[in-house]
Each structure stands twice: as structure tokens, then as C-alpha cells.
């Protein structure tokens, strides 16, 4: 009878602590919390074109791709348990990435459309943004009318290129002369050509426009007028992705409710 006595308790220390020894050991990602071994995190592709910043580019000293988009993306696989590698590639690749399976998300400062949305799957809206422009100091166009028969630089297809190609319908509708718009391959190559003289104007998403005068004081360069268009970006997907649908918008919505989200905003753009 004594002997009972010692053995029971005895054994359930030696339960507890082989159970704590285990999890320590194997660490919390082995197991699902009821012993079964966890499946291994799915792994997601993202892809941008990184030189749109403070959106997507690549950082100087790690070479990486770095920015908003970037940290939104791996905020999210945070939350929702995936993982994500983000690549950069030229932004006329993107969409075909997820059509060949190269890419699962395409993150790239990238505005919903009607016309997009008939190949790929948008996730919520993660940013508001618009298209605006802007010129060197001292340029006779002081107003948006004003770029009529003047060159603009724009990324090529990009709503910034289908916002100039109104804008040249619009102004030879009313007989005016049009807009001779230069389609550049990456998004930082049009300051380049309004800095050389290659274009009177730049037209661009207005944070990116920010960023650059941000990180170009002394270029001259102003902003004369508020956005002209109201956009919203969304994270690209292929449409029979329903499970991926699922966990993007689920950890984006984490990510905004737990205060993470607002945390990477003020990062790059200061307090709402
Ligand atoms: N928001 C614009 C669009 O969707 C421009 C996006 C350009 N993004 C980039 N990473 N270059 O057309």
C-alpha cells in the first residue's frame, strides 16, 4: 500500500515534465497543439517591380527588395501562417508570373481595375492612392489643361499611362493639340527623363511622386496640384486561387485590426 502511495504522484511528475521536455525540444511550430505533427507553412511567391518607392525597391546595402509592400506582404504570411519570398521582376512580367505559376501574389503598388480584374483576383484594397503630376520649378504648366501638346513620362501600362491617354483624347476632342506621351519600361525612369529634358512632366501615383522629392531635394521638382484620380491597390492572385483569396484578406484584415498595419504606414509615410 505505501509503495501506491509514492509510485502514482511520481509518475505524473515524470509525465509533466517528458510533456514539457518535448515541447521545448521539437519547439511550438512541430506540433498543431494536440501532439498531431503541424503540415509545413505553405510557401507563396510574391513579385514587384521594386523601383516604386517607398512602395517596392531595392535597398542599397542589402540589394534586397525592400518598402511598404514588402513588409505588408510578410505582415500578412505572418498572421495568416504562410510563407512568403518577395522577387523582383519588370512590371510587364507580373501578371503572366501568376498565369505561369512563377509568382502566387503579385504586391506592387498595383491599382484595382475592371479590366485587370478580368485575369486576376484582387484582394481588399490595401492602400488609397491617385494619380498626380508634376514638373520642374518654374515650367509653364501650372495646371493639368496645360499639357496639351507637351511630353509626359509615364511607366507603361500603368494607370498612370492610361490616365495620359485620356487626357490626350480629352484634349483633342476639344481641339486642342495632344499629349505626345513617352511610355517608359520602369517606374524611376521618368524622373530620369524630367530631369534630362525628355519630358515637360511626369505623371505618377502621387506617394511615389512624395518619395522621390523626399529623396531628391534639391531636384526642383514640384507638385502643383492634389491627385487628379482616386485608385485603390490591391494584391493580385490567379482567380482559382480561392484558398489564397482566403488567407490574404484574412491576414490583412489581422493585420489592420491588430495595429500592425498602422504601424508599417507611419513607417513610410509619417501618421495618418
Ligand atoms: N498604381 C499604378 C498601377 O497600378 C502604378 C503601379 C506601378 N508599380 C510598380 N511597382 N512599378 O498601374
Not at 502643383?224 to 491597390?233: G, H, I, L, R, S
Request: proline share 5%; with cysteine; glycine share 8%.
Amino acid at each position: 500500500m505505501k509503495k501506491h502511495f509514492l509510485i502514482v504522484p511520481l509518475m505524473l511528475i515524470m509525465m509533466v515534465a517528458l510533456m514539457a521536455g518535448c515541447t521545448q525540444e521539437a519547439g511550438p511550430e512541430a506540433t498543431d497543439g494536440n501532439g498531431e505533427p503541424k503540415t509545413p507553412a505553405m510557401k507563396l511567391i510574391a513579385v514587384g517591380e521594386c523601383t516604386f518607392a517607398p512602395f517596392e525597391y531595392i535597398d542599397e546595402t542589402t540589394g534586397q527588395p525592400a518598402g511598404f509592400d514588402v513588409d505588408l506582404i510578410h505582415a500578412i504570411a505572418e498572421a495568416a501562417g504562410f510563407e512568403v519570398e518577395y522577387r523582383n521582376m519588370d512590371w510587364n512580367s507580373l501578371i503572366a508570373a501568376l498565369q505561369t505559376g512563377e509568382a502566387d501574389l503579385v504586391v506592387s503598388g498595383m491599382t484595382i481595375t475592371d479590366e485587370r480584374a478580368l485575369e486576376v483576383k484582387f484582394s481588399d484594397p490595401y492602400f488609397e492612392s491617385g494619380q498626380a503630376w508634376c514638373v520642374e520649378e518654374g515650367s509653364p504648366i501650372k495646371a493639368l489643361d496645360d499639357l496639351a501638346g507637351k511630353t509626359v513620362a509615364v511607366q507603361i501600362n500603368t494607370t498612370a499611362d492610361y490616365a495620359a491617354q485620356k487626357l490626350d483624347e480629352k484634349f483633342k476632342e476639344e481641339g486642342k493639340p495632344g499629349l505626345n506621351i513617352k511610355r517608359l519600361e520602369q517606374a524611376a525612369d521618368v524622373f530620369n527623363e524630367l530631369k534630362v529634358g525628355g519630358a515637360d512632366a511626369v505623371i505618377s501615383d502621387l506617394p511615389v511622386i512624395q518619395e522621390y522629392l523626399k529623396n531628391h531635394p534639391d531636384s526642383n521638382i514640384i507638385i502643383p496640384e492634389p491627385a487628379f484620380t482616386v485608385e485603390y491597390y490591391g494584391i493580385a492572385m490567379r482567380k482559382q486561387d480561392k484558398e489564397i483569396h482566403e488567407l490574404i484578406n484574412k491576414g490583412l484584415a489581422t493585420i489592420k485590426a491588430s495595429g500592425k498595419y498602422d504601424e508599417l504606414y507611419e513607417k513610410y509615410f509619417g501618421t495618418k
